[in-house]
């Protein structure tokens, strides 16, 4: 039983409140005496300065499959997907519905919105963007929401996940769909600027959100019939995530790419999650090649060279990198 208390944004916006002191306190230190945390550069750049921090975050709320027939010629392929549909449930229409919401509530709490449709202007800029989608699914014993960030994603958009993760089914109610995140919601179009133009900065703090299933009465319960507490977990988690957000900090937004890198152990373990015990999506012979996202804790994030249906994380330990390839 999850009980969904009203009061739960306080915290959160005290949090910002208290965030913003503690910036304004370090900017009072800094103007007494040179002060660089590591990272920071030497000398910002004046759009840097003239955002911070006074103006208020941006956020771009994207609903998905909004006016997806206005798609640029460049994704004129997607153009027909228009999502997901149960009876006459329309997952766009629940998207927009919720977009709607959360950028009403991010704009009484002062935050700058951008409620986009499918097409995102090339290479947005925002201290956070969501796109929102539901989920369909043609067999039985599915349930819930999952979040995704790009395939190769910052601290910062890692850290906008998890904030999600934990804040979102609080206000839901909603379980999570732990094993079901895809390969396309990583590699989702809006999160690729290295293929299209019409996509947001590698530097923007990213992450999708399949809000729950249409197809499953007891998800389509709180999608369609209570799509405030959606709109509210949504936003919570973001200003959640906001009041943690250091905008001077360039590392935090920094994407890193490695090398190819190839399987050396037999049969080495692919799982579902970078920790002993996780449940293995497929076993690896020696010599497979893989494509790595993410480093984190003695594990790898990797994609199968030319498979994009296995992918999950492998040790450090039985892997190799290959110098001189990207
Ligand atoms: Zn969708």
């Known amino acids: 039983m999850v009980v969904v208390c009203a009061a739960a944004l306080l915290p959160a916006a005290l949090r910002l409140a208290e965030s913003r002191m503690r910036l304004a306190s370090m900017r009072r230190q800094a103007a007494a005496r040179p002060y660089r945390p590591g990272g920071w550069p ?8 003239a955002r911070y921090p006074l103006a208020p975050w941006r956020v771009g709320v994207q609903a998905g499959h909004w006016k997806i027939e206005q798609l640029p010629d ?12 149960y009876g006459s449930y329309r997952e766009v229409d629940f998207n927009l519905e919720a977009a709607r919401r959360v950028a009403a509530y991010l704009q009484a709490a002062g935050i700058e919105v951008d409620l986009l449709p499918a097409t995102v202007p090339p290479g947005y800029q925002a201290d956070a963007f969501i796109s929102i989608h539901a989920d369909g699914a043609a067999r039985s014993g599915v349930r819930g929401w999952k979040v995704a960030t790009p395939w190769r994603s910052s601290p910062a958009s890692r850290e906008l996940r998890e904030i ?12 999570e769909d ?20 019409h996509a947001i900065s590698r530097t923007t703090p990213a992450i999708i959100i399949e809000a729950g299933f249409i197809t499953v009465r007891r998800d389509r319960e709180v999608l369609f019939g209570e799509p405030d507490r959606i709109a ?10 906001l009041s943690g ?3 001077l900090d360039p590392l935090a937004v920094a994407v890193h790419t490695y090398p190819a890198m190839r399987v050396v152990a037999d049969q080495a ?4 999650y970078p920790e002993e015990g996780a449940k293995v999506a497929a076993r690896l012979p020696a010599g497979t090649l893989v494509r790595p996202m993410h480093v984190e804790n003695g594990w790898v994030e990797v994609v199968v060279w030319g498979n994009r249906r296995r992918f999950g994380w492998v040790r450090e330990t039985e892997l190799e990198s290959l110098s001189g390839s990207s």
């Open 245 to 247: 957000f250091d905008p």
């Open 164 to 175: 999600m993760a934990a804040v979102y089914p609080l206000f839901t109610g909603l379980p």
């Open 269 to 272: 373990d692919l799982t579902f």
């Open 232 to 241: 509210r977990g949504i936003s919570a988690g973001l200003v959640r995530y």
């Open 74 to 85: 460049e994704l004129s392929r997607l153009r027909s997907s228009t999502g997901a549909r």
């Open 42 to 49: 030497a000398v910002l750049s004046p759009p840097v300065l």
């Open 178 to 197: 732990r094993y079901g995140t895809t390969y396309n919601m990583r590699g989702y179009y809006a999160f690729s600027p290295h293929r299209h133009r």
